[in-house]
Each structure stands twice: as C-alpha cells, then as structure tokens.
C-alpha cells in the first residue's frame, strides 16, 4: 500500500538544489506523435491498415507486412507477466530515483510491452496480476507504458514513481496570477482542495476591493500577492520575492472584449489584450521559468509544471470576439516555445483550452458557457495526470475535435 507523502521539510537555504536530470526526447516522429496523444489523456497504439496487427513501440511501418500504420485508441487492460525491481542504473535520471519497479506486460490489445510498474500492484504479481495501463509522458516528453493497479488503492498518486510521471499539486506551491476574477478564484480553491500547500494568488490592484475578496481571504492556505502581468516590473518584483518556493505556475489572466475587426472593433481594446495575453504571458515566463527550471527535481515539492488557460479560439478565430481570438493564437504559440525550451529542464508545460466562460465579458453569448469551478477541475486533472492539453467543457471539446480532423473548415465555421 502506498504510504501518504508526507509534507516536506522546510529547505536548508544553504543546501544546493538537486540539478533534475531529463531523459532524451524522442526522436522519431512516431514516438512523438504517440507523445502528443498521451498528453491529451489517450490510451493509443498503433495498428497496421493491411494486416490489423497492432504493434508497440511506435513504429513508421508494420514490422509484420510493411504496411501503413495508423494511431487508434484501445482497451487499458493488460496481465503483468513478470516484474522485478531496478536497484542499480547508468541513467541519471534513474540513478536518482531507485529503486524502480519495471515489467513485461501482455496487453489486452495485443503487443507485449515493457512498463513502469505502481508500488500497489501486488508482490510477486508474476503470472497473471490484471492491471490498467496509463499512456503516460516522462519528464522529457517521452511516451511510456505504466502499469497501474486495476482498481485505485489509497494514496495511489503518492507512488514516487507515478508521481515523476505526473504534476500533482498536492504538497506543492502554486501562483495563480489572477485572483480577481472567477475564473483564479476557483483555480485557487480547487487547488487547495486538491492538497497544494499554498497558493499564491495574484492581485493586479491592491487598493481597490473585487468580488470574491472575502471569500478568498478567508480561505486558509490561499495568500494574495500584488501581480500586474502587464508590467513587467510588477512580475519581476514578484518572481524575487517569491524566488524559489513556486512549484507550479497558473495564468487564469486574460482579457476578453467583444468587437470585430473591420467593424465594431477598438483598437485600445486589441492592444490591452495582447499586453495581458501574450507579453504577460513572456513576462511570466522570464521571471519564473528559469528558477523553476534549477528545482526541477528537487524532492516531494520539485518545481513541476506551467499551467496556461487560455481561450479555445486561439486555433479558429471567433466571429465577434476577433481581438480575443487573435491574442489567444498568439499566446498559443508563444506557449509551444515555451514547452519545448522546459522538456530540456524537465518542467511540464501544460495547456487548458476553455470556450466561452460564465463571466461578465460574455453576457452577450448563448449557452453553453464554461462554468469557472470545470476551468478548476481541469487545471487539476491535468496535474494530476500530468497531460499536457486538455479542453474544458463541451465547446471547447467539440471545436478541439473538429480543429483536429479539419483545420481550414474550423477557422470557417467558426467564423462565420
Ligand atoms: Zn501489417
């Protein structure tokens, strides 16, 4: 049974961090295409379209006929066939993280596969132990196999193992850099249900009370700090302050106006949007990704993940929120430059996809509207899981859906 972690000790200033090693990333191109789709939560493997063999690791061709592979998701279930527990390596990463429990499993789908192995799945499971496996992505961005006991265990994300594999706020530090809308309020709380051990939660203007203020102040664990992500001395200031004891960074900041492009559109509303989404968005990344980087693998609350939620339509563009949509795109992109600068460090950089949310800016929208208590949940989940794309409620999933199967036609329908 897996024992609760328990909180860390408070960190000798003196000590040196723990430089966090990274495995290498994949290189071939199958291997990151099976990357992309554990980061969204599926469970893919790939099958022959000639001969139906399904096959893993990720190949470029069917190693029985040659033929043409393509990616579809199937059964989590597979039979351990034998285990054993890794007490010496050569690899830094693993050398730091011994002993390691690895096995052979036959899956349900067909493919024998070597996997990482949970500290619950019973000793001597040798022979037939059923489990659930979980496509999930190693510090590097790597696919990889864990096995995973099939039905859950108590304290069954404490495992060390799974918690490499994984972001869980539980025991860690977190800044949510907006706490004066709904949407970082409820980040905040969700957090905090979920175990993390403090949030720091942004507050562009002090001075001036907002909704939600009591509530939030009277929430134990959460501690308001002054943060303007669009100045970038305000970042600064605060990424000195807070130096080396943010585990995990949420931007909920956003700023959101109605109004076209040629028509109905202002221009000061496109440039406040773009100071707060996407240079924030580098400021936030300058001030706090390269300390975060150094405590990479830092013990039980190692720097772990950098959460963004922006809106959905950052892929199609969106007929009457056209300045919106065009920040989101950009601080899309700025985000998948991000993510490839921290796989080198080991930090996950994760993004949440909401469509329209239940706030004052979208009054005008029919339903259905993303409640701030899902961007919550997903935020969550998705540290949890440590994936790396996850939509938020039914539109998001749905334009997310299309996007992918239709690029050209999305951006058409969406705005029209
Ligand atoms: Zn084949």
């Known amino acids: ?46 099958v022959c379209k000639d001969c139906a063999e399904t096959t893993y690791p990720p190949r470029d061709r069917c190693p029985k006929c040659w033929g043409e592979l393509v990616w579809r998701d199937q059964p989590d279930g597979a039979t351990l066939v034998a285990e054993t527990t890794v007490r010496t390596s050569m690899d830094l990463f693993f050398r730091d993280h011994l002993p390691w429990r690895i096995g052979t499993a036959k899956l349900d789908a067909g493919p024998v596969a070597i996997v990482h192995v949970h500290g619950d799945v019973a000793d ?24 995973l006991p099939e039905t859950e265990t108590p304290n069954m994300q404490d495992d060390p193992q799974l918690r490499t594999f994984t972001a869980n706020p539980k025991h860690r530090r977190v800044l949510v850099t907006d706490g004066r809308g709904p949407v970082g309020q409820a980040v905040a709380e969700g957090l905090i249900e979920a175990g993390a051990a403090t949030v720091f939660l942004g507050n562009a203007d002090p001075l001036m009370r907002y909704p939600g203020q009591a509530s939030i102040e009277a929430c134990e664990g959460i501690e308001t700090v002054p943060l303007d992500i669009g100045d970038t001395r305000s970042v600064a200031e605060l990424a000195g302050q807070l130096g080396g004891r ?46 975060m980087s150094g405590r990479s693998d830092d013990g039980v609350n190692a720097a772990a993940a950098f959460v963004d939620v922006a809106s959905v339509y950052g892929l199609t563009g969106r007929s009457g929120f056209a300045g919106m949509a065009a920040s989101a795109a950009a601080r899309l992109t700025l985000l998948a430059g991000l993510k490839s600068e921290m796989r080198q460090t080991g930090i996950r950089v994760m993004s949440v996809l909401t469509g329209p949310v239940d706030d004052e800016w979208h009054q005008s929208v029919l339903p259905p509207k993303v409640a701030p208590r899902q961007v919550a949940r997903a935020v969550v989940d998705t540290l949890a899981n440590g994936h790396d794309l996850t939509p938020v409620g039914d539109i998001a999933k749905d334009v997310l859906a299309r996007w992918q199967a239709d690029p050209l036609l999305t951006i058409r329908e969406e705005t029209e």
């Open 1 to 46: 049974m897996t024992e609760p972690l328990d909180k860390p000790k408070r960190k000798d200033p003196l000590k040196r961090s723990h430089v966090g090693h990274v495995p290498p990333a994949p290189r071939s191109r199958a291997a990151k295409a099976m990357a992309v789709r554990a980061g969204q939560g599926r469970f893919v493997l790939q």
């Open 124 to 147: 001597g499971a040798a022979g037939g132990a059923r489990v659930r496996l979980k496509l999930c992505l190693d510090r590097g961005g790597n696919p990889a196999l864990f096995a």
């Open 246 to 291: 943010v585990d995990i960074l949420v931007n909920t900041a956003g700023f959101t106006r109605e109004g076209g492009v040629g028509f109905g559109g202002k221009i000061t509303d496109l440039q406040a949007g773009l100071d707060i989404d996407v240079t924030g968005l580098m400021r936030l990344a300058q001030a706090f990704a390269p300390a």
